[in-house]
């Protein structure tokens, strides 16, 4: 079964409106979420590093300001897409680092953002 | 920067071919590399790891190899299936403390086998 569960799955908000995306880590501690985003036809793209208790890390080119990632505890990071429009729709998918086994990744299932 | 990069980008076969999916990165100080399959709209799906210092791994019909020094990874899939047919992801994990356990993917190569 899943050890990283990832909600909602798909998701439809209206242009300007927030929303969140949970990443849960279900049976193992992750100091380290991984985000990234995927568009049409194109690669996964690393857009910020999460870590627990501290601020996340953000590639170049993603505005902290606008997804705002938070790791309060070491099973849950969110990612909260703030005052969203379309050119956000994407697909979000996280990952966790299990150190207790050799730093093995597990993903989540994903996220669909639809904004209209 | 890591970049990795996956040939061919689309490949269309009949169902019982051999295949051979290619994968080259830039940085060969890697920590672990990766096979993916990703159906359309679906999240992820491991396929194999290969560790750094692992050659290859195998998984039923897929085998997957590794040569580190010359920064390239086959997938090979034999006797292909319609089931078969997905998106292959190619992934690299650094290997230094801030990049460990972030990956670097590839486009990908979209597999079509028919029947």
């Known amino acids: 079964g899943a050890v990283v569960s990832q909600h909602p799955s798909r998701v439809i908000c209206k242009s300007g409106t927030s929303v969140k995306i949970e990443c849960r880590s279900l049976d193992f501690q992750a100091t380290t979420m991984f985000w990234y985003r995927q568009f049409p036809k194109q690669s996964l793209m690393l857009m910020a590093t999460s870590n627990e208790g501290s601020k996340a890390t953000y590639e170049q080119g993603v505005e902290k300001d606008k997804f705002l990632i938070n790791h309060a505890s070491l099973t849950l990071s969110t990612l909260t897409v703030t005052s969203a429009h379309p050119e956000d729709s994407s697909f979000y998918i996280c990952?966790?680092?299990?150190?207790?086994?050799?730093?093995?990744?597990?993903f989540g299932e994903g996220s669909w953002l639809t904004v209209v | 920067k890591q970049e990795v990069t996956q040939i061919p980008a689309a490949l269309s076969v009949p169902e019982g071919e051999n295949l051979v999916l290619n994968c080259s990165f830039t940085?060969?100080?890697?920590?672990?590399l990766q096979w993916f399959r990703q159906d359309p709209g679906k999240g992820l799906t491991s396929l194999l790891l290969i560790q750094s210092s692992q050659r290859e791994q195998t998984s039923g019909r897929l085998n997957a190899s590794l040569d580190k020094s010359s920064g390239r990874s086959t997938l090979y899939i034999a006797a292909s299936q319609p089931g078969d047919s997905a998106t292959y992801l190619c992934a690299v994990s650094g290997d230094r403390g801030s990049t460990l356990g972030r990956l670097y993917f590839g486009r990908g190569t979209q597999l079509t086998v028919w029947p």
């Open positions: 990952s966790a680092k299990r150190q207790s086994s050799g730093n093995t990744i597990y």
């Open positions: 940085d060969s100080a890697i920590y672990n």
